[in-house]
């Protein structure tokens, strides 16, 4: 559906970051379904750039696994599956637990003021119905763990994995079911991190993993 597609100019951002985040919100909105060809000479005139931002905006979607290019067909839109969506979650959960773990005895009073802050912003966004916001927010409450580990390293592995992991959040965060369990699950984690309960804070990360897990799986199917 090109129909949709309208180039966000950004004077701050190269043009094939510009063109990437198109894609990438058309992607995630549905408005480019799985399995639809992304054709460069068409989304070039469509957006009215010339082909090479195009051809690199695609890479960059591959990179995040958006996007998948078939021998002698092109590109297109990457399909959900459940084994793509399981081995993200598989390395996602165990860095989470290792973030948490670390957090836990790194963490400094400011940065636990922030995470609060972070809980009620993300809060306050789930009434808002904006899903582009609820989603930073969700992001910004995790960013303050990692960020609190003081592990560059750590902080980047996750950074790469989230990306790739950011369609099935999105999905997650259509249902406004899945509200509470997650503000629960929130309020848990900076128990967990106050009190510096290495135990319940793995079983706090590890749960939101796996209802986020147990949801997409449903509308996976539902997609095929």
Request: with cysteine; aromatic share 4%; net charge negative.
């Amino acid at each position: 559906m090109t129909d949709h597609l309208t180039l966000n100019m950004d004077a701050y951002l190269p043009l094939r970051d510009v063109v990437f985040h198109t894609l990438r919100e058309a992607i995630l909105k549905g408005d480019l379904k799985p399995g639809e060809r992304l054709m460069e000479l068409q989304l070039a005139a469509k957006l009215g750039v010339s082909r090479t931002p195009i051809r690199e905006a695609i890479r960059m979607l591959e990179q995040e696994g958006l996007a998948v290019t078939i021998p002698r067909k092109g590109a297109e839109v990457a399909k959900m599956t459940e084994k793509d969506m399981q081995d993200v979650l598989q390395v996602r959960e165990a860095l989470d637990e290792l973030a948490a773990n670390i957090a836990c005895e790194r963490i400094t009073q400011e940065e636990l003021d922030e995470l609060v802050t972070a809980m009620h912003e993300f809060e306050i966004s789930t009434r808002t119905k904006d899903l582009k916001r609820i989603a930073e927010t969700d992001v910004k409450f995790h960013d303050v763990i990692y960020r609190a580990t003081d592990n560059p390293k750590l902080v980047t592995m996750v950074n790469n994995l989230r990306e790739q992991m950011y369609r099935y959040r999105v999905e997650y965060l259509k249902d406004e079911k899945n509200y509470p369990t997650l503000l629960k699950e929130h309020k848990e984690i900076v128990e967990g991190l106050k009190t510096q309960n290495k135990e319940m804070i793995a079983e706090a990360m590890r749960k939101h993993v796996a209802n986020q897990a147990a949801a997409v799986q449903v509308m996976i199917k539902e997609q095929e």
